[in-house]
C-alpha cells in the first residue's frame, strides 16, 4: 500500500501542500455477537482505506479516503485544497515530528495464528459453557478477532509499516433479572486467549450476587474490581490529552506539577505494551510510541501531546498523536503490593464493586461525575460478602484518585465496549466514595 | 449502484440465504472545529459503502465492503452467507423475520439552502458568530469549544422481500461546550447541540448563538445568584429538554424489544420491561410518550427503517398504559406482530439494531403559568448535565444546569445542581400535568456493538411532577 501513500504524497506536494501524513489501513476485523446462550450474529469486515492531513501555511484538513483510485486521490486533494484556501490559518499550529524515525519490533503484538484461525465460534461455545458450569442461566457477550496492517508516509521523511493481530471476548452471565457478573480477556497472540477465564468470572459474580438487596448510601470504602475502575481510568485517559484540557473537557486543567491523587498512584501511557490492545510502534506522525508518566506519586507530570501541541507548550512530543487531537494506547495503574485478599480485609465495613457503566460528569473542569455499578455489588463486612443492589457513584474524578488507599499486586488488561482505550488495573481500594441511591 | 445492490441479494439467494438484504450508504459532508477561537480544521468526509445482512440456516450473518465491485460485492455476500451458517450451529431455534408489506420508493428532504454550495469559511463565520455573540455578553468564557457539521446521506435498500427504499437526507449541526468562570467559580454546557435534518437555512433560523448566549448568561447567573436547592418533597417542573432525556432513557430504552429479549445484554443492557407488560400501567393519566421518525426536519428523521419497513409514529405510553415496544422485524416474529420500523444502522458497515428515532413526551392542556400558578415550594429545571440511568432503565439520576426555586407561583433565583434520582415509575407516576407547547432537542443514542450513534430528537412538553424527592449534592 505504500505506492498508494506514495503517490497521494508526490501529488500533495505538487499542489502545494505543506504537511502531509498518510495513514493507510488494512484491516479484516470479525465479530460474533451472542445472547441468551446463542450466535445472534456474526460479521466480517475487509476495510482499506488512507487517513489524511494536509497543512497549507497553517490552514489543516483531513479526511478519510476510501475508494483509492489515482482519479479520486486527486480529486480528493484538489477539493481540500480549494475547501483551505479562503479558510483563516489556525495560529496555534506547529507542524509534525521531523523523520526518519528507527522502530522496534514490540513483542507479543502479531500472531499468524489469528490471521489463519477460520472459525471463532469454538471460543464462543467454551465462554458460554463455563459461565454455565459456574451456575449462570443466560450468557451473553461477544468476541472479535483482528488483523491490521498500517502504512505510514508523512511529507517529514517517514515510512513505517506495522502489522498487529489481537482476539478478545466480553461476557456478562445471568441468573435472574438482577443477578449478573461480567468477565473480559483481550489478547494479542492466540496462546494466551483464555475465554475460559472471561466466562468463569462471569458466572461466579452472578452466582455470589444472587438475591441482592436494596443498597445504602452514604460515604464508604469501595474496592473497585479492575474491569470496574478501568473504565473511570478510560474516562481520564481522555482528560490526559491537551486538547481535551484545552476545549475544557478535563478535570486537569491548571494542574501540571500539582499533587492530583494519592501518592501511591503512578499512572502512564504504554504504547509499546506488549500484549496490549491499544499497542502500536508508532504515533500517527511517526514518533515510536513508548512510556510516559502522566501522574507520578500523585504528581500531574505531563498531558499527552503531539509535535505541535508539544512546541506550543515549549514540551517535547509524548507520541501520542492524532494530529488534531493526542490520545491514549495503553493507560496503566502501576500496581501496588497488596493480595486480593489482603485488600479486601482492609476494608471492615465497605462495598466491592464489579463494573460500572454510563459514567457521565457534571462538570467536566471540576471532575464532578456519577457512575452507574452493573451486575455484582457487594457490602463488604469483615471478609464476608453480601450482595446489595441500585447503588450509585456520585463522587469527584480526582477526589477518587487523592482517596486510593490500597491497590492490589496483580494487573488486568481491560478493553471492552466501556473501555475504549485499554486499561491495565489492579484491584483498587478507595476511601470515602459518595455513594447515592433513589429515594423514589 | 441500483444494479450492485439488486446482484447482492441474488447472490446471497444463490448461495443459500432464505433472506437477504444489501444496503449502499454514500455520506458526504464537512465539519469544521473552533477552539478557543482558533479555526482547529476542517474535516472532509466522503464516504460509501455496502452491507449485506442474510438469514441462512435460521443464524444471521454480516459483511461489508466499501470496494464497490461485483467481486468485492460476491465476496463479501460470500462470507456473510458462511457466518450465517456457521452461527446457525450455535443457536437454539432459528432467527424469522416478521411479514410485511414492502415499497418501491423514493424520497429526499430538500434544502432551500444547500449546504454543498457554501465554502467552509461561510460555515465557520457561523462558528465565529457563536463566538462573538458570547464574548459579547461580558461572561468570561475561557474554554469554548465549537463544532460545526453536515453530511448528505443517500441510501439504497434491497430485500429479497420486495423492498426496494432510496432515500436522500442531509443533516446539519452544530455543537458547543462553554467554560464559565467567574467570581472564582465555573460551570459548564458541555455538548449543547442544535440540529437537523435539511439545509443550513435550518441552522441559520435556528440561531444557535442564542442559545448559547442563553446558557453563558444562566451560569453567570447562577454563579453570582445561585443558592442551594430545597432538598426532601417538592414539586418540580422539568422542561421540554429534561422531559426530552427523561423520555429517551425512561422510555425508549426498555422498550426496545431487543433489549426486552435480552439481545443487547452484554452492551447497552436489558430492561425491566417484559413482553407480558403489554397494557400495564406505568404512568399517570396524563402521560403519553410517542416516538415518531417521520417528524419534518427532524434530527431523527426517516420515512422507511434500514429493513425497508414503512415508518409511523409509535404510541409507547398512551395515558399512562403502556402500548407498543419498539420492533424491528426480527423482535415482532416473536411477538407475532408487525414490525414498526425501528431498525436503524449508522452507516453501510453496521447491522440494523432496535433504535429510537424522535421521541417526546405529548402536549397536555397547561399553559406554563398554571402549571407552577399551585406551586408552594418546588423547583423548575430547565436544562442539564450529568445524566445516567441503570440497565434495566429503572433507577435514573438527572442534574439541573439551570434551574430556578419556585415559591408560591412564582419563579425566583437559581439554584444550584438539584439532583432528581428516581425510579422510572415513580418518576411517570409522579407527573399531574402537562404543557401545551412541545420543543425537541437533539442527541446522539448509543447502542450496539460496534457502537452505532444515530441522530435522535428528545423532548416533548413541560411536565409537573408532584411530591418528589430531590437531593442536593
Same mark, same amino acid.
Given at each position: 500500500?505504500?505506492?498508494?501513500?506514495?503517490?497521494?504524497?508526490?501529488?500533495?506536494?505538487?499542489?502545494?501542500?505543506? @504537511?502531509?501524513?498518510?495513514?493507510? %489501513?488494512?484491516?479484516?476485523?470479525?465479530?460474533?455477537?451472542?445472547?441468551?446462550?446463542?450466535?445472534?450474529?456474526?460479521?466480517?469486515?475487509?476495510?482499506?482505506?488512507?487517513?489524511?492531513?494536509?497543512?497549507?501555511?497553517?490552514?489543516?484538513?483531513?479526511?478519510?479516503?476510501?475508494?483509492?483510485?489515482?482519479?479520486?486521490?486527486?480529486?480528493?486533494?484538489?477539493?481540500?485544497?480549494?475547501?483551505?484556501?479562503?479558510?483563516?490559518?489556525?495560529?496555534?499550529?506547529?507542524?509534525?515530528?521531523?523523520?526518519?524515525?528507527?522502530?522496534?519490533?514490540?513483542?507479543?503484538?502479531? @500472531?499468524?495464528?489469528?490471521?489463519?484461525?477460520?472459525?471463532?465460534?469454538?471460543?464462543?461455545?467454551?465462554?458460554?459453557?463455563?459461565?454455565?458450569?459456574?451456575?449462570?442461566?443466560?450468557?451473553?457477550?461477544?468476541? %472479535?478477532?483482528?488483523?491490521?496492517?498500517?502504512?505510514?508516509?508523512?511529507?517529514?521523511?517517514?515510512?513505517?509499516?506495522?502489522?498487529?493481530?489481537?482476539?478478545?471476548?466480553?461476557?456478562?452471565?445471568?441468573?435472574?433479572?438482577?443477578?449478573?457478573?461480567?468477565?473480559?480477556?483481550?489478547?494479542?497472540?492466540?496462546?494466551?486467549?483464555?475465554?475460559?477465564?472471561?466466562?468463569?468470572?462471569?458466572?461466579?459474580?452472578?452466582?455470589?450476587?444472587?438475591?441482592?438487596?436494596?443498597?445504602?448510601?452514604?460515604?464508604?470504602?469501595?474496592?473497585?474490581?479492575?474491569?470496574?475502575?478501568?473504565?473511570?481510568?478510560?474516562?481520564?485517559?481522555?482528560?490526559?490529552?491537551?486538547?481535551?484540557?484545552?476545549?475544557?473537557?478535563?478535570?486537569?486543567?491548571?494542574?501540571?506539577?500539582?499533587?492530583?491523587?494519592?501518592?501511591?498512584?503512578?499512572?502512564?501511557?504504554?504504547?509499546?505494551?506488549?500484549?496490549?490492545?491499544?499497542?502500536?510502534?508508532?504515533?500517527?506522525?511517526?514518533?515510536?510510541?513508548?512510556?510516559?508518566?502522566?501522574?507520578?506519586?500523585?504528581?500531574?507530570?505531563?498531558? +499527552? +501531546?503531539?509535535?505541535?501541541?508539544?512546541?506550543? %507548550?515549549?514540551?517535547?512530543?509524548?507520541?501520542?498523536?492524532?494530529?488534531?487531537?493526542?490520545?491514549?494506547?495503553?493507560?496503566?495503574?502501576?500496581?501496588?503490593?497488596?493480595?486480593?485478599?489482603?485488600?479486601?480485609?482492609?476494608?471492615?465495613?465497605?462495598?466491592?464493586?464489579?463494573?460500572?457503566?454510563?459514567?457521565?460528569?457534571?462538570?467536566?473542569?471540576?471532575? @464532578?461525575?456519577?457512575?452507574?455499578?452493573? @451486575?455484582?455489588?457487594?457490602?463488604?463486612?469483615?471478609?464476608?460478602?453480601?450482595?446489595?443492589?441500585?447503588?450509585?457513584?456520585?463522587?469527584?474524578?480526582?477526589?477518587? +484518585?487523592?482517596?486510593?488507599?490500597? +491497590?492490589?499486586?496483580?494487573? %488486568?488488561?481491560?478493553?471492552?465496549?466501556?473501555?475504549?482505550?485499554?486499561?491495565?488495573?489492579?484491584?483498587?481500594?478507595?476511601?470515602?466514595?459518595?455513594?447515592?441511591?433513589?429515594?423514589? | 449502484?441500483?444494479?450492485?445492490?439488486?446482484?447482492?441479494?441474488?447472490?446471497?439467494?444463490?448461495?443459500?440465504? #432464505?433472506?437477504?438484504?444489501?444496503?449502499?450508504?454514500?455520506?458526504?459532508?464537512?465539519?469544521?472545529?473552533?477552539?478557543?477561537?482558533?479555526?482547529?480544521?476542517?474535516?472532509?468526509?466522503?464516504?460509501?459503502?455496502?452491507?449485506?445482512?442474510?438469514?441462512?440456516?435460521?443464524?444471521?450473518?454480516?459483511?461489508?465492503?466499501?470496494?464497490?465491485?461485483?467481486?468485492?460485492?460476491?465476496?463479501?455476500?460470500?462470507?456473510?452467507?458462511?457466518?450465517?451458517?456457521?452461527?446457525?450451529?450455535?443457536?437454539?431455534?432459528?432467527?424469522?423475520?416478521?411479514?410485511?408489506?414492502?415499497?418501491?420508493?423514493?424520497?429526499?428532504?430538500?434544502?432551500?439552502?444547500?449546504?454543498?454550495?457554501?465554502?467552509?469559511?461561510?460555515?465557520?463565520?457561523?462558528?465565529?458568530?457563536?463566538?462573538?455573540?458570547?464574548?459579547?455578553?461580558?461572561?468570561?468564557?475561557?474554554?469554548?469549544?465549537?463544532?460545526?457539521?453536515?453530511?448528505?446521506?443517500?441510501?439504497?435498500?434491497?430485500?429479497?422481500?420486495?423492498?426496494?427504499?432510496?432515500?436522500?437526507?442531509?443533516?446539519?449541526?452544530?455543537?458547543?461546550?462553554?467554560?464559565?468562570?467567574?467570581?472564582?467559580?465555573?460551570?459548564?454546557?458541555?455538548?449543547?447541540?442544535?440540529?437537523?435534518?435539511?439545509?443550513?437555512?435550518?441552522?441559520?433560523?435556528?440561531?444557535?448563538?442564542?442559545?448559547?448566549?442563553?446558557?453563558?448568561?444562566?451560569?453567570?447567573?447562577?454563579?453570582?445568584?445561585?443558592?442551594?436547592?430545597?432538598?426532601?418533597?417538592?414539586?418540580?417542573?422539568?422542561?421540554?429538554?429534561?422531559?426530552?432525556?427523561?423520555?429517551?432513557?425512561?422510555?425508549?430504552?426498555?422498550?426496545?424489544?431487543?433489549?426486552?429479549?435480552?439481545?443487547?445484554?452484554?452492551?447497552?443492557?436489558?430492561?425491566?420491561?417484559?413482553?407480558?407488560?403489554?397494557?400495564?400501567?406505568?404512568?399517570?393519566?396524563?402521560?403519553?410518550?410517542?416516538?415518531?421518525? =417521520?417528524?419534518?426536519?427532524?434530527?431523527?428523521?426517516?420515512?422507511?427503517?434500514?429493513?425497508?419497513?414503512?415508518?409511523?409514529?409509535?404510541?409507547?405510553?398512551?395515558?399512562?398504559?403502556? =402500548?407498543?415496544?419498539? *420492533?424491528?422485524?426480527?423482535?415482532?416474529?416473536?411477538?407475532?406482530?408487525?414490525?414498526?420500523?425501528?431498525?436503524?444502522?449508522?452507516?453501510?458497515?453496521?447491522?440494523?439494531?432496535?433504535? *429510537?428515532?424522535? =421521541?417526546?413526551?405529548?402536549?397536555?392542556?397547561?399553559?406554563?403559568?398554571?402549571?407552577?400558578?399551585?406551586?408552594?415550594?418546588?423547583?423548575?429545571?430547565? #436544562?442539564?448535565?450529568?445524566?445516567?440511568?441503570?440497565?434495566?432503565?429503572?433507577?435514573?439520576?438527572?442534574?439541573?444546569?439551570?434551574?430556578?426555586?419556585?415559591?408560591?407561583?412564582?419563579?425566583?433565583?437559581?439554584?444550584?445542581?438539584?439532583?432528581?434520582?428516581?425510579?422510572?415509575?415513580?418518576?411517570?407516576?409522579?407527573?399531574?400535568?402537562?404543557?401545551?407547547?412541545?420543543?425537541?432537542?437533539?442527541?446522539?443514542?448509543?447502542?450496539?456493538?460496534?457502537?452505532?450513534?444515530?441522530?435522535?430528537?428528545?423532548?416533548?412538553?413541560?411536565?409537573?411532577?408532584?411530591?418528589?424527592?430531590?437531593?442536593?449534592?
Amino acid at each position: 500500500m505504500f505506492d498508494v501513500n506514495e503517490f497521494i504524497l508526490k501529488k500533495a506536494k505538487e499542489l502545494g501542500f505543506g @504537511d502531509v501524513v498518510v495513514l493507510g %489501513y488494512e484491516t479484516n476485523r470479525r465479530q460474533v455477537r451472542f445472547a441468551n446462550n446463542e450466535i445472534t450474529v456474526a460479521k466480517n469486515w475487509h476495510e482499506r482505506k488512507v487517513e489524511l492531513f494536509v497543512e497549507l501555511e497553517k490552514r489543516v484538513a483531513g479526511t478519510t479516503i476510501t475508494e483509492l483510485s489515482e482519479e479520486n486521490i486527486e480529486r480528493t486533494l484538489k477539493t481540500l485544497l480549494s475547501n483551505m484556501k479562503g479558510m483563516a490559518p489556525k495560529e496555534d499550529y506547529y507542524g509534525i515530528a521531523e523523520g526518519p524515525f528507527e522502530y522496534r519490533d514490540i513483542p507479543e503484538t502479531f @500472531d499468524k495464528a489469528i490471521v489463519e484461525l477460520d472459525e471463532p465460534n469454538e471460543y464462543v461455545e467454551r465462554a458460554i459453557n463455563a459461565a454455565l458450569e459456574e451456575g449462570a442461566k443466560r450468557v451473553a457477550g461477544v468476541l %472479535y478477532t483482528d488483523h491490521n496492517r498500517l502504512y505510514l508516509t508523512t511529507s517529514n521523511g517517514v515510512e513505517a509499516f506495522d502489522e498487529g493481530t489481537g482476539i478478545e471476548i466480553s461476557v456478562r452471565a445471568f441468573i435472574g433479572d438482577l443477578e449478573s457478573g461480567h468477565g473480559t480477556n483481550s489478547v494479542r497472540v492466540l496462546k494466551k486467549f483464555d475465554p475460559e477465564s472471561a466466562g468463569r468470572k462471569a458466572g461466579e459474580i452472578a452466582k455470589l450476587a444472587q438475591n441482592p438487596e436494596q443498597g445504602p448510601e452514604g460515604k464508604f470504602d469501595v474496592i473497585f474490581d479492575p474491569l470496574a475502575f478501568a473504565n473511570l481510568l478510560s474516562y481520564m485517559s481522555f482528560m490526559t490529552s491537551a486538547y481535551a484540557a484545552e476545549a475544557g473537557f478535563s478535570f486537569l486543567v491548571n494542574k501540571l506539577g500539582q499533587k492530583v491523587a494519592s501518592e501511591i498512584v503512578t499512572i502512564k501511557d504504554v504504547g509499546n505494551m506488549p500484549n496490549g490492545y491499544g499497542t502500536r510502534k508508532f504515533d500517527d506522525e511517526g514518533v515510536p510510541t513508548r512510556e510516559t508518566t502522566i501522574i507520578e506519586g500523585g504528581t500531574f507530570k505531563t498531558f +499527552l +501531546l503531539n509535535t505541535s501541541m508539544a512546541r506550543k %507548550y515549549r514540551a517535547e512530543t509524548t507520541g501520542n498523536a492524532g494530529l488534531i487531537m493526542p490520545h491514549a494506547w495503553n493507560i496503566l495503574l502501576e500496581p501496588g503490593d497488596y493480595t486480593k485478599e489482603e485488600l479486601f480485609s482492609e476494608v471492615k465495613k465497605g462495598i466491592y464493586i464489579t463494573n460500572v457503566w454510563y459514567t457521565r460528569f457534571q462538570n467536566y473542569v471540576a471532575g @464532578d461525575f456519577s457512575t452507574i455499578p452493573r @451486575d455484582g455489588i457487594f457490602l463488604v463486612e469483615n471478609g464476608e460478602l453480601k450482595p446489595i443492589r441500585n447503588i450509585r457513584v456520585s463522587d469527584n474524578f480526582q477526589r477518587i +484518585l487523592e482517596g486510593i488507599k490500597a +491497590l492490589g499486586k496483580e494487573s %488486568y488488561h481491560i478493553h471492552w465496549w466501556e473501555v475504549r482505550t485499554p486499561v491495565s488495573t489492579p484491584y483498587v481500594l478507595v476511601k470515602d466514595v459518595g455513594i447515592t441511591r433513589a429515594t423514589k | 449502484m441500483h444494479e450492485l445492490v439488486e446482484f447482492a441479494v441474488e447472490k446471497a439467494l444463490e448461495l443459500g440465504a #432464505s433472506y437477504a438484504e444489501a444496503r449502499f450508504e454514500e455520506k458526504n459532508g464537512t465539519s469544521l472545529a473552533m477552539k478557543n477561537g482558533n479555526p482547529e480544521g476542517l474535516e472532509i468526509l466522503a464516504d460509501r459503502g455496502m452491507g449485506i445482512r442474510v438469514l441462512a440456516d435460521g443464524g444471521m450473518g454480516f459483511a461489508s465492503t466499501n470496494v464497490l465491485t461485483k467481486e468485492s460485492v460476491a465476496e463479501a455476500v460470500k462470507k456473510a452467507v458462511k457466518l450465517a451458517k456457521a452461527a446457525s450451529r450455535v443457536r437454539n431455534e432459528p432467527i424469522v423475520f416478521s411479514d410485511e408489506d414492502f415499497h418501491e420508493v423514493y424520497y429526499e428532504v430538500k434544502m432551500r439552502k444547500d449546504f454543498r454550495d457554501v465554502s467552509p469559511e461561510e460555515k465557520m463565520e457561523l462558528l465565529r458568530k457563536v463566538e462573538e455573540e458570547v464574548k459579547a455578553t461580558g461572561v468570561n468564557v475561557p474554554m469554548r469549544y465549537l463544532g460545526y457539521s453536515d453530511q448528505v446521506w443517500h441510501k439504497i435498500i434491497a430485500n429479497s422481500d420486495g423492498a426496494f427504499i432510496e432515500s436522500i437526507i442531509p443533516r446539519v449541526s452544530v455543537t458547543y461546550n462553554l467554560v464559565v468562570f467567574e467570581n472564582g467559580q465555573m460551570e459548564q454546557a458541555p455538548f449543547v447541540q442544535r440540529a437537523f435534518s435539511g439545509g443550513l437555512e435550518l441552522i441559520e433560523k435556528d440561531e444557535p448563538w442564542s442559545w448559547a448566549v442563553k446558557d453563558v448568561q444562566a451560569l453567570k447567573k447562577l454563579i453570582y445568584e445561585g443558592k442551594k436547592p430545597p432538598e426532601g418533597k417538592v414539586d418540580l417542573v422539568i422542561s421540554p429538554e429534561v422531559a426530552g432525556i427523561a423520555v429517551h432513557e425512561s422510555v425508549g430504552h426498555p422498550y426496545e424489544a431487543d433489549r426486552i429479549f435480552g439481545r443487547e445484554a452484554a452492551q447497552a443492557g436489558e430492561s425491566f420491561v417484559k413482553p407480558d407488560m403489554l397494557g400495564e400501567r406505568i404512568g399517570s393519566e396524563a402521560v403519553t410518550v410517542i416516538e415518531d421518525p =417521520t417528524i419534518p426536519n427532524s434530527w431523527g428523521f426517516y420515512l422507511y427503517d434500514d429493513e425497508g419497513v414503512k415508518a409511523r409514529p409509535r404510541y409507547l405510553i398512551r395515558n399512562g398504559i403502556i =402500548t407498543e415496544f419498539l *420492533m424491528n422485524r426480527e423482535y415482532a416474529a416473536k411477538l407475532g406482530q408487525r414490525s414498526n420500523a425501528a431498525a436503524r444502522a449508522i452507516n453501510y458497515n453496521r447491522e440494523p439494531i432496535v433504535r *429510537m428515532a424522535n =421521541t417526546y413526551l405529548a402536549p397536555g392542556d397547561y399553559s406554563f403559568e398554571e402549571l407552577i400558578e399551585d406551586i408552594k415550594l418546588g423547583v423548575y429545571m430547565v #436544562s442539564f448535565n450529568e445524566w445516567n440511568i441503570d440497565d434495566r432503565r429503572y433507577q435514573q439520576r438527572y442534574i439541573g444546569r439551570e434551574a430556578y426555586l419556585i415559591e408560591n407561583g412564582e419563579i425566583k433565583h437559581p439554584v444550584r445542581r438539584p439532583i432528581l434520582e428516581i425510579t422510572t415509575k415513580a418518576l411517570w407516576s409522579s407527573v399531574d400535568a402537562v404543557g401545551k407547547e412541545i420543543e425537541m432537542f437533539p442527541g446522539t443514542c448509543g447502542k450496539g456493538e460496534p457502537g452505532q450513534g444515530v441522530p435522535v430528537w428528545m423532548g416533548g412538553a413541560h411536565a409537573r411532577l408532584r411530591d418528589i424527592p430531590l437531593r442536593r449534592p
